[in-house]
């Protein structure tokens, strides 16, 4: 397994996350292998091959020059680049752009994804390539070519005369040749679609299979580039170029085994060429244990932290209904044991292969003792326990810098010149020396028709400002453009030590200073009922209940259970179990950001802004003293010691709502059916944990589209127009926003479309 983290972690979730929760929609243009971009007689799966061997095939092995390096999408002039193949292409690539994944990789993962997607080998990924920023050399072979000049091009790419002819027939597997660019080859108006299949006149099944190989060697090919006219036009250049060393290799290739395992080994090869100066990785592997998005974050006044995220565990070797609990354990940053955290699943995704879960956790850690690394701890139903530790490391933690998200913020108004307003707020360790920078990762549409915008890095320092706990803050303010501006990445950094990759999409829209109670603007500002509360407690549980931290009033007792939690998100205090008291629970959702606390079993706490709709009031069992202190009750089994912050009652959620109207001049059309087979909107896209209706209607103006989408709670994506999509009912769009409870974004294939 590798050790995390690592460059390859972005690419690793494109490529194994392509259903599902936090699923990244690379495979959705390729599956089924026949998919076309958006008219009959183009495959998008050909297409991306093909793009991957023309950015190749200009390679010069003899001198250490290009290879695959994404030098074609300055190269698509021309002439032999013919087609709107390659543009298309970087235009699904170019989504998918950041400083963790070149377009070069991309390209890499785009002829996998492709292969896999038509029933072909799995060709290993490695990662690394580094993306050219100018045109390069020509060369890519054209069907008019001496067959002898084909061997001397692919000679220059590295490839022996065996190794061309296999890369050939593994690249004339799937798709064709077009009559209107190659009408010497292909005659307007005897193929359908203008499209001749290179193994399949019939154009009923696209596959990554030996065909081309065995109806050469069978003499009944129909291959548009061995037989008809390309032949007496001088384009026979596959019936040249299989024929060159007598059919032996072609032969070979007839058998699907041998089609198979060298089109893996060939194929692999065209990836791998790149110059000396560019090191690849090993072969991109899923992680056992991924801990996806773990942050830090200084709490006000500046005794805790709070650490959140997920671990995704892959269930394909051990099934997900196996998995009893998940576990995070960890060492201070002295080193010492510091305790341990629950995790909850959330969701599953799947890919290819792998299929995975997603356990969520929140955890209050004191923030002098802090915290450095964990070890991960899957319990099976067996009864046995894996611990993942890494390799020997522990998943690292980094707390002598950290970003402070809620301090942060991308506003959403642009400013006279396009641009908005970006600021960054981290805190570092006052006692680790040296000063916090920012390294902004930001696109920039580039003009002259090219596709794919640019990458630019820029290092911002940043500014000390107070201190607060064992931590001093800094912030930094810049301007971004506005176009893209939700794309950008940063990493905080000090000296070696890195918060890493962070999206500014994850950024609020506004920034809240330290220590301002945001969390008690969600709950209903009632003084009057809060009064009333305190003076005539409802319940006998009051009596035995003492003080609670102030702010906190007591709600009674409430029933529970662990198929439906009364309270979404289970808290690990600082301190632990053992320590739990009712105020350690509330401070630490309150850390969190949740008004609600509930403890329970007088160890457990859990929080939230919501009670769910299974929770009732109960009038007995909320009699076990807690761990922390015999003389209050924390629950009891299946009932929560429920609390309410700032006047907050036991209220169920509100149902989302979808908006009449989004800034921006957007209007609501409705609740639409979407999938990945035929996406409703399809022109740009943005997978965003804290999405609100107003970030995707910005992201989709900046991007130039009349029509946005939001599905799944997360994702937003783009279109110019709202195409024949089939209409559903309003119940069906019913999943919250992930950074906005209130407002609907879709559900899952279910897209809540705006217009304007
Ligand atoms: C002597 C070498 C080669 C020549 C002269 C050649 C030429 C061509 C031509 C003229 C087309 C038709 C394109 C169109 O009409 O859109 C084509 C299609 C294609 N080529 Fe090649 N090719 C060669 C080698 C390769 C190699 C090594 C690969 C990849 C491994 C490859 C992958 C493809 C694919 C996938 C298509 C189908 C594209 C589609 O259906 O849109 N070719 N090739």
């Known amino acids: ?61 003899y001198n250490g020059i290009g290879g695959l390096d994404a030098s074609l999408q300055f190269e698509i002039g021309r002439s032999e680049n013919v087609g709107p193949a390659f543009e298309t292409t970087f235009i699904f690539l170019q989504a998918f752009l950041s400083v963790r994944s070149s377009i070069s990789d991309l390209l890499a993962l785009s002829m996998y994804t492709a292969v896999r997607a038509c029933g072909g080998p799995i060709v290993p990924i490695r990662t690394g390539r580094i993306d050219a920023t100018e045109s390069g050399a020509t060369g890519v072979p054209v069907p008019e070519n001496p067959t002898q000049t084909f061997v001397a091009q692919f000679a220059r790419m590295g490839f022996n005369t065996s190794e061309m002819i296999e890369l050939t027939a593994c690249g004339h597997t799937i798709g064709g040749v077009h009559a209107a660019q190659f009408p010497l080859i292909v005659p307007v108006g005897t193929a359908k679609n203008e499209y001749a299949l290179f193994d399949d006149a019939t154009q009923a099944q696209s596959k990554f299979d030996h065909g081309v190989a065995r109806d050469y060697v069978l003499g009944n090919t129909t291959n548009p580039m061995v037989v008809g006219i390309a032949k007496a036009n001088g384009r026979d250049s596959d019936g040249r170029v299989f024929g060159v060393d007598k059919n032996v290799t072609i032969k070979a290739l007839a058998n699907p085994v041998v089609f198979h395992d060298r089109c893996k080994v060939v194929l692999q090869q065209m990836i791998d060429v790149v110059p000396p100066t560019v090191k690849l990785t090993e072969p991109i592997q ?51 044991a510091g305790g341990s955290i629950t995790t909850t699943s959330v ?176 709950a209903p500002p009632t003084t009057t009922q809060q009064s009333s509360t305190t003076v005539s407690p409802p319940t006998s549980t009051s009596t035995t209940t003492p003080p609670q931290s102030s702010g906190w009033a007591s709600l009674g007792c409430y029933t529970d259970s662990t198929s439906s939690r009364t309270l979404p998100v289970i808290a690990s205090p600082a301190g632990g179990s053992a320590a739990l008291t009712n105020a350690l629970c509330q401070s630490t959702c309150k850390s969190l950001g949740y ?57 169920v959620a509100p149902v989302p709502q979808s908006k009449k109207t989004v800034e921006g001049g957007y209007k609501y059309q409705g609740c639409y059916v979407d ?22 209607a910005f992201f989709c103006k900046d991007a130039g589209f009349k029509v946005f989408g939001v599905e799944y709670g997360r994702e937003c994506w783009c279109g110019a127009a709202l195409g024949a999509a089939t209409k559903v009912g309003e119940e069906q769009c019913n999943q919250a926003c992930g950074g906005d409870a209130t407002e609907a974004c879709g559900q899952g294939d279910r897209l809540s479309v705006y217009v304007k």
């Open 286 to 336: 899923p992680y056992e244990i991924k801990p996806v998005n773990p942050q830090l974050t200084l709490v006000a006044p500046g005794t805790t932290l709070s650490f959140t995220g997920e671990i995704r565990v892959r269930t394909t070797v051990r099934a997900a209904d196996k998995i009893s609990s998940v576990k995070l354990v960890y060492k201070n940053r002295d080193g010492e």
């Open 675 to 696: 999938s990945r087979d035929a996406r409703v909107l399809s022109g740009a896209e943005l997978a965003d944990d804290a999405l609100t209706l107003k970030k995707c």
């Open 1 to 61: 397994d590798q050790t995390w983290p690592s460059s390859i972690d972005e690419l690793e979730d494109i490529m194994f996350l392509t259903a599902g929760y936090r699923k990244r929609t690379f495979t959705d243009s390729v599956i089924p292998c026949e998919k076309s971009p958006n008219t009959a007689g183009r495959i998008n799966a050909a297409e991306w091959i093909r793009t991957a061997f023309h950015d190749m095939a200009t390679a010069d092995t």
């Open 347 to 522: 969701g599953a995704a799947s890919g290819f292969d792998d299929s995975f879960t997603f356990y969520k956790f929140a955890a209050s850690i004191d923030s002098t003792k802090s915290i450095s690394s964990f070890t991960v701890e899957v319990a099976v139903a067996d009864g046995t326990t894996e611990t993942h530790d890494n390799n020997g490391k522990g998943y690292p933690v980094e707390d002598s810098v950290i970003l402070q998200s809620p301090q942060s913020c991308l506003e959403i108004f642009t400013d006279t010149d396009n641009n908005r307003v970006l600021t960054i707020v981290a805190a570092k360790r006052t006692a680790v020396t040296g000063t916090p920078a920012v390294d902004l990762a930001s696109l920039k549409a580039r003009t002259g028709g090219l596709v794919v915008p640019m990458l630019t890095h820029s290092s911002l320092p940043m500014t000390a400002g107070k201190s607060y706990g064992p931590y001093t803050f800094y912030s930094v303010t810049t301007k971004i453009g506005s176009t893209l501006s939700l794309r950008a990445t940063f990493d905080v950094t000090l000296g070696t030590a890195k918060d890493v990759f962070k999206r500014t999409s994850n950024l609020p829209d506004g920034c809240v200073p330290f220590g301002s109670d945001t969390s008690t603007s969600m």
């Open 595 to 651: 008004v609600l606390a509930g403890t329970e079993y007088s160890g457990e706490c859990y929080c939230g802004n919501y009670i769910s709709s299974t929770g009732k009031p109960a009038t007995s069992g909320c009699d076990m003293a807690c761990h922390g202190d015999a003389a209050q009750k924390c629950g009891g089994s299946d009932r929560l010691s429920l609390f309410g912050f700032g006047g907050a009652k036991a209220a």
